[in-house]
């Protein structure tokens, strides 16, 4: 079946604006993630939803930063008032259940902020 | 909380030499540990993964080697080839909670 996808691929918006990034789960993943991975770097946890569990914000950055996940599908991510250190891409993960741990990422989506 | 640190962040290595990435982890309850392979510009990919109950995984040319006790696990490529020229990520996880990633070991095969 179809995997990760998120959109868009790429945006590039003005300081001080909103951005909203989306991410499409393989169907039946209950657990999804978002990480941030600034160029040459590492995966930054952000944010973790499992099924109907309240998420696992620890990772987001600041309050500026928020998700949403509708159920086990779709999830969004919000940042507010972008910054330039904002600019990275932003990564989606989903998975299995509990018993399956695999992460299936998406192809990100490049954010860059000028 | 878990903290897996990863060495060594950059490694080159001749064509058919192997090459040997290690990774620890601080939480004694974290029981899957995957490692992912990521080509410039393109979303990560799980290559091996290994779980607590075993020792050691292998998969052609790839193994993965565990050590509980000491609480270190490592990436093993023989014959290394220049596609497998790539950042390699190791991860643990305590299964149902978040994955901690290492900060990524840049690996160069020289033709």
């Given at each position: ?61 600041s309050d500026r930063f928020s998700a949403e996940r509708t159920g086990e599908s779709v999830s969004t991510l919000t ?8 600019s990275a891409v932003y990564l989606c993960a989903s998975s299995e259940d509990f018993g399956r741990n695999e992460q ?11 | ?111």
């Open positions: 079946g179809a995997g990760v996808s998120q959109s868009p691929s790429n945006k590039v918006t003005e300081k001080g604006k909103d951005v909203e990034l989306r991410c499409d789960p393989i169907s039946g993943h209950t657990a999804l993630y978002w990480y941030r991975q600034r160029l040459g770097q590492g995966l930054e946890f952000l944010i973790y939803f499992q099924g109907n569990s309240a998420p696992d914000k620890s990772g987001l950055p940042i507010q008032r972008t910054q330039q250190e904002d299936f990422f998406g192809p990100g989506t490049r954010l860059t902020v000028l | 909380g878990e903290n897996v640190e990863q060495h060594p962040s950059t490694l080159s290595v001749q064509e058919g030499d192997s090459a040997v990435i290690k990774c620890t982890y601080s939480d004694s309850a974290s029981n899957y540990f995957p490692w992912y392979k990521q080509e410039l510009g393109k979303r990560p990919q799980l290559i091996i993964d290994i779980r607590s109950n075993v020792g050691e995984k292998k998969d052609q040319r790839i193994a993965v080697t565990l050590n509980k006790t000491a609480k270190h696990f490592s990436l093993h490529i023989t014959e290394t080839q220049p596609e497998d020229s790539a950042v390699y990520f190791c991860a643990a996880s305590n299964t149902g909670n978040q994955f901690y990633f290492g900060t990524g070991t840049s690996l160069t095969v020289i033709p």
